[in-house]
């Protein structure tokens, strides 16, 4: 069974704590993405991966940053914590498309409260 | 810039009849579209895709159209059930990374 798993399902820091969220996929996927979701606001793409030790930012980097160094972990970090970062965080992961489309799959989510 | 709309926030419908949820877009071409169920609390779960050159596509009680002149996609449920109650996206799949609508919450009623 396929699995994109993330190191926790809730997480309390504080202001100005650096956070660590990991994300592990088990498919050998090339591509790992990092969303967050708010009521109202929908997925929102933070950072994505095509490759090891390659990101890309998304529509909302900033307050972000990221981490591939191995094919099947990409982590997402909070330098500095900020409450507006409170917020449900989603890993996903995709193979390349190589002209077909490919299902994306998604780990259970990081509920963040910063506090 | 892309943009996707996913008609209603939330649809309630009674237990037995078709739902219909619609995902509309401009300034894009995708060469296709996917549906995937989000519960609450969990990550989204992929269901169905469809190619820019089909235009219906089906899964048990899911059908899913795509129109590329209208750019619009809608996906029914037959015979919906209290089960088939969360929140369906939609994404366009081009050369970029996948662009999701913000949803529709569906409540079927027993």
């Known amino acids: 069974d396929v699995k994109v798993t993330q190191s926790s399902r809730y997480l309390v820091k504080r202001t100005g704590e650096k956070v660590f969220l990991e994300c592990v996929q088990d498919?050998?996927?090339?591509?790992m993405f990092w969303y967050r979701q708010d009521p109202g606001l929908g997925l929102r793409l933070i950072y994505f991966s095509y490759d090891v030790k390659m990101k890309e930012k998304g529509d909302i980097p900033e307050g972000y940053s990221v981490s591939r160094e191995k094919k099947e972990r990409f982590s997402l970090i909070l330098e500095s914590a900020s409450t507006n970062q409170t917020s449900m965080y989603l890993c996903?992961?995709?193979?390349?498309?190589?002209?077909?489309?490919?299902?994306?799959?998604f780990g259970p989510g990081t509920r963040l409260t910063v506090t | 810039s892309q943009k996707i709309e996913q008609n209603s926030e939330a649809l309630n419908i009674q237990e037995g009849k078709t739902a219909t949820l619609t995902c509309n877009y401009t300034?894009?071409?995708?060469?296709?579209l996917q549906w995937y169920r989000q519960d609450p609390g969990r990550g989204p779960v992929f269901l169905l895709l469809i190619r820019e050159n089909e235009k219906e596509k089906r899964k048990e009680r899911l059908k899913v159209t795509f129109d590329t002149t209208l750019k619009q996609s809608l996906f029914h449920i037959t015979a919906s059930q209290p089960a088939d109650s969360a929140t369906y996206l939609c994404?366009?799949?081009?050369?970029?990374?996948?662009?999701f609508g913000k949803g529709t919450r569906l409540s079927v009623i027993a």
């Open positions: 996903a992961s995709r193979p390349s498309g190589g002209g077909f489309s490919y299902e994306q799959y």
């Open positions: 994404a366009l799949d081009g050369d970029t990374p996948l662009v």
């Open positions: 300034n894009y071409s995708p060469a296709y």
């Open positions: 498919m050998d996927h090339e591509n």
